[in-house]
């Protein structure tokens, strides 16, 4: 069986920023919901690894705008897992409208964790015996982590508490919300991005300070938020 599905889901006029453009929370809400959904056909899913007290956890994201999605379409995600590695799994999807145009691709780099052990554990817990994978990739380049020096002049833009509508089921907050708190960071002349890249550093839990900071140099613009025992997430954006 080739492990390649699609699901639908419905866009509303809150997906959009006020300049049209579709909410990086979304786009990747979108992608986090494919990926759940396709976990659980196969058994692998959240309501079945919790029972050895083992859970998903992605550790980066990315995506590229190939073309603005417009209103009143519907959104179509198709994902698919690579062949898994030691202790990562590489996930690819597109995102489309009904008739097949292809408007955002994406990759998201994932692990498994063990709540009680509090260590990464091996893909194989998540093995799907017989799978066939499909071995089309949306990017050449792998996953690289988002480098900053100390030179770069960063600027506080604002501080957020972490509260209950931020947290997942899993305890921590969940990472599509601090993709809101980055467009919460940009300026109206930022929101024409091209490629969206993001790297979740540190877990942060409900009731946690966050401090976002900024940094833009040309065509790129860093957004990190980072608690007292550092940083949390790093983002770099390549505008148009």
């Known amino acids: 069986m080739l492990l390649k599905e699609q699901y639908t889901f419905e866009v509303r006029s ?4 006020k300049e049209n453009k ?22 692998i899913g959240f309501h079945d690894l919790i029972k050895d007290n083992i859970i998903w956890m992605v550790a980066r994201n990315k995506y590229e705008i190939l073309s603005d999605f417009p209103k009143n379409k519907k959104v179509i995600i198709e994902t698919w897992p690579h062949p898994y590695s030691r202790f990562e799994i590489e996930r690819d999807y597109l995102l489309k409208d009904e008739e097949g145009k292809v408007y955002i691709k994406g990759t998201s780099l994932w ?23 499909c071995l089309e990739k949306n990017f050449d380049e792998p996953f690289l982590r988002i480098a900053i020096t100390e030179s770069d ?12 509508e931020d947290v997942d089921r899993n305890g921590h907050m969940n990472n599509c919300r601090y993709s809101h708190l980055v467009d919460l960071a940009l300026l109206e002349d930022e929101k024409e991005i091209q490629r969206f890249e993001i790297n979740y550093v540190m877990q942060c839990y409900e009731h946690e300070e966050l401090v976002i900071k900024k940094y833009r140099k040309e065509k790129e613009i860093f957004v990190l938020g980072e608690k007292k025992e550092g940083i949390v997430f790093i983002t770099r954006i390549l505008l148009r």
Do not use: D
Not at 33 to 43: G, I, N, P
């Open 14 to 17: 809150s997906s959009f920023t």
């Open 22 to 43: 579709l909410q990086s929370e979304n786009i990747l809400y979108w992608f986090q919901e494919a990926a759940s959904q396709h976990s659980e056909q196969f058994h």
């Open 111 to 133: 692990c498994l964790y063990s709540k009680e052990k509090q260590r990464l554990m091996p893909t194989k817990c998540a093995e799907i015996e017989g799978a066939e994978y």
């Open 153 to 164: 002049a960063f600027e506080t833009c604002f501080q957020h508490t972490i509260n209950v």
